[in-house]
């Protein structure tokens, strides 16, 4: 198996193509079966307005960010997907680790994590992927997940539940744990809706075994209490701040184009050391 060619080279080529394949089979129990990207089959849950949309109708999920971590995957690939959601990017993590790589997908999301068992079964990808039921943070310990109204993509465990939302005892765990008896780390992909700086804390060790690790990690400076801080530890671990352009080209990223936030409010880094 092997990543397809048209994810990794054009935007506009991905986005056509993904289209022109798409199909969705409405099952049992609220969940849609979709392809996404032209070739992997995914589970999705109809209840989630965040994403299955894009999925189910669109083929992919923000298709600059598939594009750039496509890129950076190699065969073989040691990689741990934080914040996983449906899986979307485990997938193309688990197309490229083939039979000499791991993936590790870590979802806090109970239904979610079921979701993502199902879609590396039913993709053949089993042997080499696996879905840890809990939210990344610093330390083990429990957290509340706070998970929007169909916004399940926006889930936390660090903002405060509004009067609408529903709340998960779920259990926390750090990547140094998690992948603590791997040879290697490649690749991480962190995604966590705020939580990013006890991430970032939880894989010091990660970070210092793998001189060569490449993180893609989301950049949310509201979401931190001090948001220079954390890029200054960033820094202090070796990586240059840079971050996905909209059309999945890396570029360098100011410290005050940081803080201030993107279009959306965030950024999408793409962190890794010079040679």
């Known amino acids: 198996m092997a990543i397809p060619d048209h994810l990794t080279g054009d935007r506009a080529l991905l986005e056509e193509i993904s289209r022109l394949h798409t199909q969705t089979v409405s099952l049992a129990d609220r969940v849609i079966l979709c392809r996404v990207l032209s070739k992997y089959l995914m589970f999705a849950d109809a209840d989630d307005f965040s994403v299955t949309p894009h999925l189910a109708l669109n083929g992919y999920w923000e298709s600059w960010t598939t594009l750039a971590i496509a890129r950076a995957l190699r065969p073989g690939v040691h990689a741990v997907d934080v914040g996983a959601n449906h899986g979307y ?62 916004r399940w ?57 793998n001189r060569h ?22 820094a202090a671990d070796g990586f240059p701040l840079r971050r996905i352009g909209d059309d999945a080209a890396i570029e360098p990223l100011s410290d005050s184009d940081a803080v201030r936030g993107g279009p959306g409010g965030d950024w999408m880094l793409f962190l890794r050391r010079p040679d």
Do not use: Q
């Not at 079964?121 to 169909?150: K, Q, W």
């Not at 993509?153 to 709340?167: F, K, L």
């Not at 992948?179 to 962190?190: I, L, N, Y």
């Open 89 to 150: 990017f485990t997938l193309l993590m688990a197309d490229a680790a083939g039979a000499d790589g791991r993936v590790l997908a870590i979802e806090p999301n109970p239904r979610l994590a079921e979701l993502v068992a199902r879609t590396l079964e039913v993709n053949g990808y089993s042997r080499c992927a696996a879905v840890l039921a809990a939210a990344a943070g610093a330390s083990s310990g429990i957290a509340s997940l706070v998970v929007p109204r169909h």
């Open 213 to 234: 690790i490449v993180v893609v990690m989301e950049f949310k400076p509201a979401s931190y209490t001090d948001p220079r801080r954390f890029l200054a530890r960033i």
């Open 153 to 209: 993509a926006d889930a936390s465990i660090v903002r405060a539940a509004a009067s609408t939302d529903e709340v998960i005892a779920v259990e926390t765990t750090s990547v140094d744990d998690a992948a603590r008896a791997w040879p290697r780390v490649d690749f991480v992909k962190v995604d966590a809706e705020g939580a990013e700086e006890a991430i970032w804390a939880g894989m010091s060790c990660t970070l210092r075994r």
